[in-house]
């Protein structure tokens, strides 16, 4: 099984800011991974697959990079919707999909 | 407009079965993948099961498997979820998702599954 971490557990930032997340696998996944937004008492929504490429509707401030075993998610500047939790999910090798364990992005 | 609703939630008791529904709507059914991912309270998230779009290929946690089977009627647009031998562990809200290849691009708003006696 591959082990997904996110880092940090929990961000705490002021609307307007650069926000960097991260997430690490336990071994490559080339470029199988996805991003995900939850805010709270609603459903995740996909921002990112493929490591870099934003879904249908995600605004151009949310970008992911990365390869292999080293991702990164990149809110360029932090509008007050975005606050939430986010995961990332690695689908390279399967079963089983397994996801990171979130980072919340709280207002500072 | 995609739409995913799940039914079948609420309280059973431990070693009983439920079966999970979800009714898909707003795009070709078999021709995708399709999941369930719970969320336990106050927890991150866990992929549970999914089936590929001809139940050709079907894959499982190891949390769930041998108690949990996931199925699919392409011709009902509809996916399933038999959960059988539940435990406590087992209580979490259950999300259906539509695959694209094999992450997830849309989600239903989830069915409660409360494991007690």
Not at chain 1, 15 to 31: H, M, Y
Not at chain 1, 65 to 79: A, P, R, Y
Not at chain 2, 79 to 92: F, G, H, K, M, V
Request: hydrophobic share 35%; proline share 4%.
């Amino acid at each position: 099984e591959i082990v997904m971490t996110q880092s940090p557990a929990t961000l705490s930032v002021s609307p307007g800011e650069r926000v960097t997340l991260s997430c690490r696998a336990s071994q490559s996944v080339f470029i199988d991974l996805a991003w995900y937004q939850q805010k709270p008492g609603q459903s995740p929504r996909l921002l990112i697959y493929g490591a870099s490429t934003r879904a249908t509707g995600i605004p151009a401030r949310f970008s992911g990079s990365g390869s292999g075993t080293e991702f990164i998610l990149t809110i360029s500047s932090l509008q007050s919707e975005d606050f939430a939790v986010y995961y990332c999910q690695q689908y390279n090798n399967w079963p089983p999909l397994t996801f990171g364990g979130g980072t919340k992005v709280e207002i500072k | 407009e995609v739409q995913l609703v799940e039914s079948g939630g609420g309280l059973v008791q431990p070693g009983r079965s439920l079966r999970l529904s979800c009714a898909a709507s707003g795009f070709i059914f078999d021709d995708y993948a399709m999941h369930w991912v719970r969320q336990a309270p106050g927890k991150g998230l866990e992929w549970v099961a999914g089936i590929n779009w001809n139940s050709g290929k079907i894959g499982y946690a190891d949390s769930v498997k041998g108690r949990f089977v996931i199925s699919r009627d392409n011709a009902k647009n509809s996916l399933y979820l038999q959960i059988n031998s539940p435990r406590a562990e087992d209580t979490a809200l259950y999300y259906c998702a539509k695959g694209q290849q094999w992450h997830f691009d849309h989600w239903g708003q989830g069915a409660l599954v409360t494991v007690s006696s």
